[in-house]
């Protein structure tokens, strides 16, 4: 009775073994197929390994033509006056700086080659100027972008107060 209602019972056990093995080994070619790509992914050379010869974060880039590296961070606060401290201070922001200069956001538009003085905001009143030459000026958000150069390199805890 039981043999009626499920007939692959009725199989001769010869058959039933060859269907075992047939399914075994299909699994297992499924299994090794599957491991082999996994695998195979996880062989490939990385980057890191085919580093090229020129690495331009120890060497500098063709492209970039300053000297030191530019560091960005939150805007910083500025007061920004002509080179003989005779206008008002115009409120300004530093986008970016560097040990050669610094980039400032104003307002108005100023012309390529001025000089300017700036002072953060935050410093101390007896804090110096730093004097910089506009290098280029460019329009950015309703606003305009200097590129600005130090005329001297200010100390280290000038710098600072730029952020």
């Avoid at 002509?82 to 050669?100: E, K």
């Avoid at 390199?153 to 600072?160: F, G, I």
Wanted: net charge positive.
């Amino acid at each position: 009775m039981l043999a009626q209602s499920l007939p692959y019972l009725a199989l001769p056990s010869r058959m039933h073994l060859l269907l075992a093995g047939i399914s075994l080994s299909l699994v297992t070619l499924l299994v090794v197929v599957g491991r082999l790509m996994v695998l195979g992914k996880k062989r490939r050379p990385s980057f890191a390994a085919a580093a090229p010869a020129y690495d331009p974060f120890m060497t500098g880039s063709p492209l970039e033509k300053r000297r030191s590296t530019r560091r960005r961070g939150s805007l910083v606060e500025v007061l920004v006056t002509d080179a003989g401290l005779t206008t008002r201070p115009v409120r300004g922001w530093v986008h970016d700086r560097s040990m050669g200069g610094m980039c400032l956001v104003l307002d108005r538009s100023i012309t390529v080659s001025t000089v300017l003085h700036v002072r953060s905001s935050d410093a101390p009143v007896s804090s110096p100027w730093v004097q910089v030459t506009v290098r280029n000026c460019r329009s950015w958000e309703g606003d305009w972008m200097l590129g600005c150069q130090f005329i001297k390199t200010p100390q280290w805890a000038v710098l600072l107060t730029f952020g």
